[in-house]
């Protein structure tokens, strides 16, 4: 009496090697005699072959290996860009926040089928790293790693001589933005900006948004925007602004929000990066030194942080989302032709409600 077969499932991995195999002239019996499987099980191999590759070529890590079930998502085309613009900023090690991922899934969404409906839920985003092997991880370095735990044993001793609460812990990042780019296509050196965020780590206090542009761009004195705008004439005065922009803008809006909030102590500490080198510690520093800066050290690494920290490329997505949205609603259908219709003044609008769009608990969870 013949022996039955235990049955066998194998991983996604070896049904690609199979494939391989079959296409270098290995055949089904051959193959099938070689895993311990049937037949038949080679046979539904090539039927899905097209499938298994395209699962395999979009895939990010070695979790193939291990997967053995191939689950189709149900937006193919927009999860296959999804994945190749993931692997396209991991490659650059940038970090991607779940948040980032899910609004990059809703702008190409709507892009694939022209709906807006999609919500990108926490049990998809799962299920969408599941599919395509997703880990994301932090890349750190060891010198940086002991560079960074010195520096933040010094905030830790700045934090605890000012007696500061996290509502006095202040994060301030910056970035350049092309403001006529899209979604979409490629980059223009053309209406570069300059945008500085800040934000206290418990999210209870955002600041305005800050924009530096160059000689060029009209200026949005006497608008209702909700931005602080400065021109920097090939970044000449660049040094000058942010010495301006915190002893003017930063500390009467940090002052304002510490008296309305009942915080009897005056005091703040502003942490960022610091391209002018370490002497500007002295220079942004009240006359009491009771609201002072302190610089991150270059390639700074903070181990205890969550991936869930890029505000700046939230912003950014936010943003040209917002633009999108605008450029669709004329009723001329050529969307370059829509894009010379929006001028600075309704970019810096979209800008301002791009940064209102994100919570103040967002804040919480990635500086906490």
């Not at 812990?169 to 500085?196: C, D, Q, T």
């Not at 200026?219 to 660049?238: A, F, V």
């Not at 609008?349 to 919480?364: E, K, R, T, V, Y």
């Amino acid at each position: 009496m013949a022996t039955k077969r235990a049955h066998k499932t194998l991983t996604l991995a070896e049904k690609y090697n199979i494939l391989q195999q079959l296409e270098n002239g290995v055949t089904g019996r051959q193959l099938a005699k070689k895993y311990g499987i049937g037949t038949s099980t080679i046979s539904d191999i090539k039927k899905n072959s097209e499938k298994i590759k395209r699962y395999v070529d979009n895939s990010t890590s070695d979790g193939l290996f291990k997967k053995k079930t191939l689950r189709e998502a149900e937006f193919p085309e927009m999860e296959n860009e999804l994945c190749t613009w993931f692997k396209m900023q991991r490659d650059k090690e940038v970090v991607i926040s779940s948040n980032l991922l899910s609004e990059k899934a809703k702008e190409l969404h709507e892009k694939h089928y022209g709906t807006n409906k999609f919500k990108a839920s926490q049990g998809w985003l799962t299920n969408f790293k599941k599919r395509h092997n997703i880990r994301q991880e932090k890349l750190v370095d060891e010198h940086s790693t002991s560079e960074s735990e010195q520096f933040l044993e010094k905030l830790r001793v700045k934090i605890n001589e000012l007696k500061l609460l996290p509502s006095q812990i202040y994060v301030l990042e910056g970035s350049a933005l092309f403001w006529k780019m899209l979604p979409f296509g490629p980059e223009s050196n053309k209406g570069r900006i300059k945008f500085l965020t800040c934000t206290n780590i418990d999210g209870t206090h955002k600041l305005k948004l800050t924009v530096i542009g160059n000689d060029k761009c009209k200026t949005l004195k006497n608008t209702l925007i909700p931005i602080e705008y400065h021109t920097d004439e090939n970044g000449k005065t660049l040094l000058s602004l942010l010495q301006t922009w915190f002893h003017t803008s930063f500390m009467e809006q940090t002052k304002h929000f510490l008296i309305k909030n009942n915080i009897n102590s005056i005091r703040a500490i502003l942490v960022t990066t610091n391209p002018f080198g370490h002497e500007l510690e002295t220079i942004m520093t009240d006359n009491d030194g009771k609201i002072v800066t302190m610089f991150l050290p270059q390639n700074f690494t903070d181990t205890t942080q969550t991936s869930d920290q890029n505000i700046i490329s939230l912003v950014k997505l936010l943003y040209r989302k917002n633009l999108l949205v605008n450029i669709l609603s004329f009723e001329d259908n050529d969307v370059s032709q829509n894009l010379k219709k929006i001028n600075f003044k309704d970019c810096m609008f979209h800008l301002a409600i791009a940064w209102n769009q994100i919570p103040g608990d967002h804040f919480s969870k990635v500086t906490g």
